[in-house]
């Protein structure tokens, strides 16, 4: 089966500009996450999707980050104006409809870096 | 607080040799998950092996067992018989709830190099 697909790979933008990043999930793949992941870190949740629903987005910086999933299958990321501390790499990951007791298992795709001059 | 600790930044293991990943997790609620992962240089995330907070048996896939200590919330990953291409970036994560829907919430990671 095809993979989590995301693009661009690679963005580099100065500061205060606009920038948007695009995912497809794996077909059938009802959850769609984006994550941050800082140089030397862990990622970190900024947003989940049910279909075309927001479940979490309590850590999404809400006044420069936006995300949407429309028809519930692929999603956009942007972030206007960027600052320097966006510099990451940004992952989209999918996973079916959770099930209790099951591991639900999130598939990442390549991610999308970007620098922030 | 950290959720996840992963307290070693960086490892070495001789090829064909066993090597441990620890991961300790702070969580109060009775029902959570514990997962792997693996980030190659590619920067793709690899699911590796996942344990759920009611299963009896430490969890195995392969050359990947975790070894799960309850009692100390620990989940450590064993790596069997390491091969050149297990050199990456692990990452600890858990999933806190029963129903499964929560956020995954990553450790910082350690970098493991495998020497020939």
């Known amino acids: 089966e095809a993979g989590v697909a995301q693009s661009p790979r690679y963005k580099i933008i100065e500061k205060r500009q606009s920038v948007a990043f695009w995912c497809n999930p794996i077909s059938g793949h009802a959850t769609l996450y984006w994550y941050q992941q800082i140089l030397g870190q862990g990622p970190k949740l900024l947003i989940q999707f049910q279909n075309n629903g927001v479940v979490d987005d309590s850590q999404l910086p809400k006044d420069r980050f936006s995300a949407e999933r429309l028809k519930g299958v692929d999603s956009t990321l942007k972030i206007q104006p960027a600052k320097l501390e966006d510099s990451a790499v940004y992952l989209c990951?999918?996973?079916?409809?959770?099930?209790?007791?099951?591991?639900?298992?999130?598939?990442f795709g390549a991610g999308s870096r970007l620098t922030v001059l | 607080a950290q959720k996840i600790t992963q307290t070693q930044p960086g490892m070495f293991v001789q090829e064909k040799e066993a090597v441990t990943l620890d991961c300790t997790y702070d969580t109060s609620d009775p029902s959570y998950g514990l997962f792997w992962y693996k980030q190659p240089s590619s920067g793709e995330m690899i699911f590796l092996i996942y344990?759920?907070?009611?299963?009896?048996q430490n969890a195995t896939e392969g050359r990947y067992s975790l070894n799960f200590q309850k009692a100390r919330k620990s989940a450590n990953l064993v790596i069997s018989a390491s091969q050149l291409g297990d050199s990456a970036m692990y990452f600890c994560a858990m999933r806190e709830g029963l129903s499964n829907t929560g956020k995954l919430i990553f450790g910082q990671g350690t970098t493991l190099q495998v020497k020939p």
């Open positions: 990951a999918s996973s079916l409809i959770p099930v209790t007791g099951g591991a639900n298992v999130l598939t």
């Open positions: 344990q759920g907070s009611y299963d009896q």
